[in-house]
Protein backbone atom coordinates (compact mmCIF):
# COMPACT_ATOMS: atom_id res chain seq x y z
CA UNK A 1 0.00 0.00 0.00
CA UNK A 2 1.40 3.31 -1.01
CA UNK A 3 1.02 7.23 0.02
CA UNK A 4 -1.16 6.94 -2.88
CA UNK A 5 -3.89 4.72 -1.79
CA UNK A 6 -3.14 5.39 1.55
CA UNK A 7 -4.68 9.43 1.29
CA UNK A 8 -8.45 8.23 0.49
CA UNK A 9 -8.30 6.61 3.81
CA UNK A 10 -6.77 9.61 5.24
CA UNK A 11 -9.31 11.69 3.89
CA UNK A 12 -12.65 9.41 4.38
CA UNK A 13 -11.64 8.59 8.27
CA UNK A 14 -9.24 10.76 9.16
CA UNK A 15 -7.44 10.26 12.79
CA UNK A 16 -9.04 6.89 12.78
CA UNK A 17 -7.04 5.55 9.96
CA UNK A 18 -3.72 7.03 11.06
CA UNK A 19 -4.58 5.13 14.34
CA UNK A 20 -5.60 1.48 12.93
CA UNK A 21 -3.09 1.15 9.97
CA UNK A 22 -0.02 2.28 13.15
CA UNK A 23 -1.83 0.03 15.56
CA UNK A 24 -1.64 -2.99 13.38
CA UNK A 25 1.59 -2.11 11.98
CA UNK A 26 2.72 -2.18 15.40
CA UNK A 27 1.31 -5.73 15.81
CA UNK A 28 3.36 -7.17 13.21
CA UNK A 29 1.05 -6.80 10.26
CA UNK A 30 3.63 -5.55 6.85
CA UNK A 31 1.34 -1.81 6.74
CA UNK A 32 2.88 1.88 6.24
CA UNK A 33 2.07 2.80 9.61
CA UNK A 34 4.76 5.81 8.61
CA UNK A 35 3.34 6.14 5.64
CA UNK A 36 0.05 7.41 7.34
CA UNK A 37 1.51 9.31 9.68
CA UNK A 38 3.27 11.50 6.40
CA UNK A 39 0.79 11.49 4.85
CA UNK A 40 -1.77 12.65 7.43
CA UNK A 41 1.15 15.35 8.84
CA UNK A 42 1.21 16.79 5.43
CA UNK A 43 -2.96 16.53 4.51
CA UNK A 44 -3.46 18.62 7.61
CA UNK A 45 -0.65 20.80 6.94
CA UNK A 46 -1.84 21.51 3.50
CA UNK A 47 -5.99 21.94 3.70
CA UNK A 48 -6.30 22.42 7.29
CA UNK A 49 -9.20 19.61 7.61
CA UNK A 50 -7.16 17.60 10.42
CA UNK A 51 -5.17 19.42 13.79
CA UNK A 52 -1.67 17.71 13.82
CA UNK A 53 -2.19 17.39 17.63
CA UNK A 54 -5.29 15.07 16.82
CA UNK A 55 -2.83 13.40 14.04
CA UNK A 56 0.07 13.01 16.55
CA UNK A 57 -2.03 11.92 19.13
CA UNK A 58 -3.78 9.13 17.51
CA UNK A 59 -0.84 7.49 15.58
CA UNK A 60 1.53 7.39 19.52
CA UNK A 61 -1.45 6.13 20.77
CA UNK A 62 -1.61 3.46 17.99
CA UNK A 63 2.17 2.79 17.89
CA UNK A 64 1.81 2.01 21.63
CA UNK A 65 -1.58 0.04 21.81
CA UNK A 66 -0.04 -2.16 18.86
CA UNK A 67 3.10 -2.54 20.11
CA UNK A 68 1.71 -3.86 23.87
CA UNK A 69 0.07 -6.46 21.77
CA UNK A 70 2.70 -7.29 19.66
CA UNK A 71 5.21 -8.04 22.91
CA UNK A 72 1.97 -10.53 24.42
CA UNK A 73 1.76 -12.32 21.17
CA UNK A 74 4.91 -12.55 20.90
CA UNK A 75 5.53 -13.83 24.44
CA UNK A 76 3.00 -15.92 24.18
CA UNK A 77 2.93 -17.29 20.90
CA UNK A 78 6.07 -15.90 19.15
CA UNK A 79 8.48 -19.35 19.40
CA UNK A 80 5.65 -21.25 17.68
CA UNK A 81 4.86 -18.52 15.17
CA UNK A 82 8.26 -17.29 14.29
CA UNK A 83 8.98 -21.07 13.77
CA UNK A 84 6.66 -22.09 11.20
CA UNK A 85 6.02 -18.79 9.66
CA UNK A 86 9.15 -16.65 10.48
CA UNK A 87 10.96 -17.08 6.87
CA UNK A 88 7.98 -15.90 4.97
CA UNK A 89 7.83 -12.39 6.33
CA UNK A 90 11.23 -12.19 6.26
CA UNK A 91 12.43 -13.28 10.05
CA UNK A 92 14.62 -15.46 9.25
CA UNK A 93 16.96 -17.68 11.59
CA UNK A 94 20.07 -15.34 11.43
CA UNK A 95 17.37 -12.29 11.93
CA UNK A 96 15.87 -14.07 15.11
CA UNK A 97 19.49 -14.71 16.00
CA UNK A 98 20.74 -10.97 16.05
CA UNK A 99 17.77 -10.22 17.79
CA UNK A 100 18.16 -12.15 20.39
CA UNK A 101 21.90 -10.98 20.60
CA UNK A 102 20.71 -7.07 20.43
CA UNK A 103 17.98 -7.26 23.39
CA UNK A 104 20.29 -8.86 25.44
CA UNK A 105 22.99 -6.34 25.01
CA UNK A 106 20.68 -2.91 24.04
CA UNK A 107 17.07 -3.88 24.68
CA UNK A 108 16.23 -0.16 25.58
CA UNK A 109 17.64 1.16 22.54
CA UNK A 110 16.16 -1.23 19.95
CA UNK A 111 12.74 -0.47 21.32
CA UNK A 112 12.54 3.26 21.19
CA UNK A 113 14.85 4.13 18.11
CA UNK A 114 12.96 1.07 16.54
CA UNK A 115 10.42 3.60 16.05
CA UNK A 116 12.50 4.93 13.61
CA UNK A 117 13.45 2.11 11.93
CA UNK A 118 11.37 0.16 9.18
CA UNK A 119 12.12 -3.15 9.81
CA UNK A 120 12.38 -3.17 13.87
CA UNK A 121 8.81 -0.88 13.78
CA UNK A 122 7.27 -3.88 12.48
CA UNK A 123 9.28 -6.76 14.54
CA UNK A 124 10.66 -4.96 17.71
CA UNK A 125 7.65 -5.46 19.79
CA UNK A 126 7.15 -9.04 18.58
CA UNK A 127 11.02 -10.09 19.07
CA UNK A 128 10.97 -8.25 22.43
CA UNK A 129 8.26 -10.81 23.80
CA UNK A 130 9.88 -13.38 22.19
CA UNK A 131 13.41 -12.60 24.11
CA UNK A 132 11.42 -12.19 27.29
CA UNK A 133 12.53 -8.66 27.70
CA UNK A 134 11.02 -7.20 31.04
CA UNK A 135 7.59 -5.53 30.18
CA UNK A 136 7.88 -2.90 31.94
CA UNK A 137 11.27 -1.45 30.72
CA UNK A 138 9.36 -2.23 27.46
CA UNK A 139 6.30 0.10 28.63
CA UNK A 140 8.69 2.68 29.38
CA UNK A 141 10.94 2.72 26.34
CA UNK A 142 8.15 2.00 23.59
CA UNK A 143 5.93 5.28 25.27
CA UNK A 144 8.81 7.29 24.82
CA UNK A 145 10.47 6.21 21.46
CA UNK A 146 6.34 6.50 19.88
CA UNK A 147 5.47 9.83 21.15
CA UNK A 148 8.82 11.02 20.10
CA UNK A 149 8.65 9.52 17.06
CA UNK A 150 4.86 10.42 15.88
CA UNK A 151 6.01 14.12 16.95
CA UNK A 152 8.96 13.98 14.80
CA UNK A 153 7.20 12.45 11.97
CA UNK A 154 3.97 14.23 11.90
CA UNK A 155 5.20 17.59 12.94
CA UNK A 156 7.63 17.59 10.13
CA UNK A 157 5.28 16.03 7.78
CA UNK A 158 2.61 18.83 8.75
CA UNK A 159 5.25 21.89 8.14
CA UNK A 160 6.61 20.28 4.91
CA UNK A 161 2.96 20.20 3.69
CA UNK A 162 2.76 23.30 4.40
CA UNK A 163 5.61 24.29 2.52
CA UNK A 164 4.90 22.51 -0.28
CA UNK A 165 1.84 24.04 -0.39
CA UNK A 166 3.46 27.71 -0.87
CA UNK A 167 6.12 26.76 -2.67
CA UNK A 168 5.17 24.83 -6.14
CA UNK A 169 6.31 24.18 -9.21
CA UNK A 170 10.06 23.77 -9.93
CA UNK A 171 11.20 24.33 -6.83
CA UNK A 172 8.96 22.25 -4.90
CA UNK A 173 9.76 19.33 -6.76
CA UNK A 174 13.25 19.48 -6.50
CA UNK A 175 12.65 19.34 -2.51
CA UNK A 176 10.80 16.37 -2.72
CA UNK A 177 13.06 14.64 -5.44
CA UNK A 178 16.13 15.31 -2.96
CA UNK A 179 13.72 14.44 0.44
CA UNK A 180 12.85 10.92 -1.75
CA UNK A 181 16.35 10.16 -2.96
CA UNK A 182 17.34 10.76 0.65
CA UNK A 183 15.07 8.60 2.30
CA UNK A 184 15.92 5.90 -0.52
CA UNK A 185 19.79 6.39 0.72
CA UNK A 186 19.36 5.82 4.11
CA UNK A 187 16.91 2.53 3.31
CA UNK A 188 20.17 1.13 0.97
CA UNK A 189 22.91 1.95 3.76
CA UNK A 190 20.08 0.49 6.46
CA UNK A 191 20.01 -2.54 4.82
CA UNK A 192 24.03 -3.13 4.01
CA UNK A 193 24.76 -2.90 7.95
CA UNK A 194 22.15 -5.12 8.85
CA UNK A 195 23.78 -7.66 6.27
CA UNK A 196 26.89 -7.26 7.72
CA UNK A 197 26.07 -7.06 11.03
CA UNK A 198 23.85 -10.42 10.71
CA UNK A 199 27.43 -11.69 8.43
CA UNK A 200 29.43 -11.10 11.71
CA UNK A 201 27.14 -12.52 14.17
CA UNK A 202 26.50 -15.68 11.94
CA UNK A 203 30.35 -16.20 12.27
CA UNK A 204 31.25 -15.32 15.45
CA UNK A 205 28.20 -18.64 16.13
CA UNK A 206 30.24 -20.66 13.79
CA UNK A 207 33.17 -20.66 16.18
CA UNK A 208 31.39 -20.89 19.58
CA UNK A 209 28.75 -23.32 18.58
CA UNK A 210 26.77 -23.03 21.82
CA UNK A 211 25.82 -19.37 21.08
CA UNK A 212 23.28 -21.43 18.40
CA UNK A 213 21.09 -22.47 21.26
CA UNK A 214 19.76 -18.92 21.28
CA UNK A 215 17.18 -20.50 18.53
CA UNK A 216 16.51 -23.68 20.23
CA UNK A 217 13.06 -22.59 21.03
CA UNK A 218 12.38 -22.01 17.71
CA UNK A 219 12.58 -25.52 16.15
Given at each position: ?160 GDAINR ?53
Amino acid sequence: MFASSIQPLIVDYGCWAVFSVVMLEAMGLPLPGESALVVAGVYAGATGNLSIANVVGSAAAGAIIGDNLGFWIGQWFGARLLGRFGKYIGLTENRLLLGRYLFERHGGKIVFFGRFVAVLRVFAALLAGLNHYPWRAFLFFNAAGSISWALIMGVAAYFFGDAINRVSGVVGLVGLGFAVAGIVAFWIVLNQQEKKLEAKLTAQVLKNPEQATACDSLE
